[in-house]
């Protein structure tokens, strides 16, 4: 009913965290088809029915980020619809469930996008598969402005040869990737390159507190980042609290607790922040 009054006036769309129950799922979606200016649609938790396919088309004009995706076969459904809204200036793509099955489709949406500022990808893609998404990605480097990959199994070899060449990226998150402390140092090397960048949040990537020298050589050489928080597991310390950036003689880091991070871990992981 609110929608019904008030559909015309809305722009935004947010059901990343929404249980809705089976059996309203079709009214409720129906009942979306009053909005006719969205402009930001996170839909990440619906299945591609006749109404959201609706929904998409009827806002292709008007819409500026989407975030898609439970499965392989949902994004191949919605692939043609989302390449009708070439005003996109960011998606988000995927669900830990998807695999390389859904990389021709990925970059297949990607290829109608001549503004992207940013893009997520969520799976279990691995490097064969993400191969065709990287040149899309390439191409879009003169946009592309913040970058997030969760629970991905790609390589620190093939994020270092991707994020070079993305010149005036800002933002970059990297969340479930085991690289270890080698992979890291690997991608550190390449970012070193990004001048641009401003933003970098690393979650259970498998890293110890030995990567933290590295991380803040980094912040030393690209002077522009202004946030750099990395989380892991409080037992791969020397130390503990406050005191660990003291004892690793990091100048530019100090350790913090943070609820939202501690609460992704249960309460298992400390964060260094620039």
Known sequence: RILETYGS?????????????KDSTSTFVASLQ????????????????PDVIKLIRQN?????????GTSDEDIATLAPCIQE?????????????????????????????????EFSLTGQIDDSGFAMVAMELQRCSSSLLYLNFYWTRLSSSVLSS????LDHLREFMLIGNELGDD???????????????EELQFFDIGVTWQSLKDLEQLLQDVGNIRLCIVAMEKSTFP??????????????MKCVHKEACKADVNGRTATFEM
Not at 9 to 21: H, S, W
Not at 97 to 106: H, K, Q, W
């Open 34 to 49: 009053q909005i006719k200016q969205l402009k930001v649609a996170n839909l990440p938790t619906l299945r591609p029915s």
């Open 60 to 68: 292709k004009n008007s819409l500026r980020y989407l975030d898609v």
């Open 183 to 197: 992979g890291l140092r690997e991608l550190l090397g390449a970012l070193r390159k990004l001048r641009s960048l």
């Open 162 to 165: 991707l994020l070079p060449l």
């Open 9 to 21: 006036q809305v722009g935004e769309v947010n059901l990343n965290d929404t249980d809705i129950d």
């Open 239 to 252: 130390a503990v609290g406050e005191d660990i950036a003291k004892t690793l003689n990091l100048s530019s």
């Open 85 to 117: 809204c070439t005003r996109l200036t960011g998606i988000g793509i995927g669900h830990r469930s998807l695999t390389n099955t859904s990389a021709p489709a990925v970059a297949a949406i990607l290829s109608g996008l001549h503004q992207l500022h």
